[in-house]
């Protein structure tokens, strides 16, 4: 299957709101309920940021948030600070029972 | 408290074969799916499979099907992620992570494929 699509950069300034979107088909993002978005810096690993769409893991922050409309979800940061500068990555369950991710998303807190 | 352990890093020449592992604690190993992920240098995340420890029921990327074998040993909470023959293609990070949802990730195994 392939990627979902995702913006290559976003930017913005502390304080700010910014929004990723995410787009696929109706035969993973729009199908199902089973989004997720992980936040990964540079040499680290991924941390699960929302799952399933809209819900925060415990200790996750309440600035981060998840939405779908059709066949793109979102992951909105309110308040961006400077640790928030990340690469940030979505993953939809697909109709073939396997998850997929997008191809990544630079965000950069001027 | 959850972790995730992997072995360390590979170098390795090509035609070689190679198994590495993500052993899991601090939850029943049994009860989770475990995941592998490739990132390969400056690239995205890409899903490779899965598995149940609990029955050993896998499942493949259709991009990795073949490519890769993965298993699992529940006696000791051990995941792994093997190689018959490398290529230099294979060259990269590779994360595994807990359940469908991938709530806990490993801290990585780099593997270098080069002559």
């Known amino acids: 299957q392939s990627a979902l699509t995702q913006p290559a950069s976003v930017s913005g300034s502390p304080g700010q709101s910014i929004t990723i979107s995410c787009t696929g088909t109706s035969s993973d993002v729009g199908g199902y309920n089973y989004v997720s978005w992980y936040q990964q810096h540079p040499g680290k690993a991924p941390k699960l940021m929302i799952y399933d769409v809209s819900n925060r893991p415990s200790g996750v922050s309440n600035r981060f948030s998840g939405s779908k409309s059709g066949n793109t979800a979102s992951l909105t940061i309110s308040g961006l600070q400077a640790e928030d500068e990340a690469d940030y990555y979505c993953?939809?369950?697909?109709?073939?029972?396997?998850?997929?991710f997008g191809g990544g998303t630079k965000l950069t807190v001027l | 408290e959850v972790q995730l352990v992997q072995s360390g890093a590979e170098v390795k020449k090509p035609g070689e074969s190679l198994k590495i592992s993500c052993k899991g604690s601090?939850?029943?190993?049994?009860?989770?799916?475990i995941g592998w992920v490739r990132q390969m240098p400056g690239k995205g995340l890409e899903w490779m499979g899965i598995?149940?420890?609990?029955?050993?029921?896998?499942r493949y990327s259709p991009s990795f099907q073949g490519q890769v074998t993965i298993s699992a040993d529940k006696s000791i909470s051990t995941a792994y992620l093997q190689w018959s023959s490398l290529k230099a293609s294979d060259t990269a990070m590779y994360y595994c992570?807990?359940?469908?949802?991938?709530?806990?990730w490993g801290q990585g195994t780099l593997v270098t494929v080069s002559s």
């Open positions: 601090g939850y029943s190993f049994t009860s989770y799916w």
């Open positions: 992570a807990r359940g469908v949802v991938k709530d806990y």
């Open positions: 598995i149940y420890p609990g029955d050993s029921d896998t």
């Open positions: 993953s939809s369950y697909t109709s073939s029972s396997t998850p997929v």
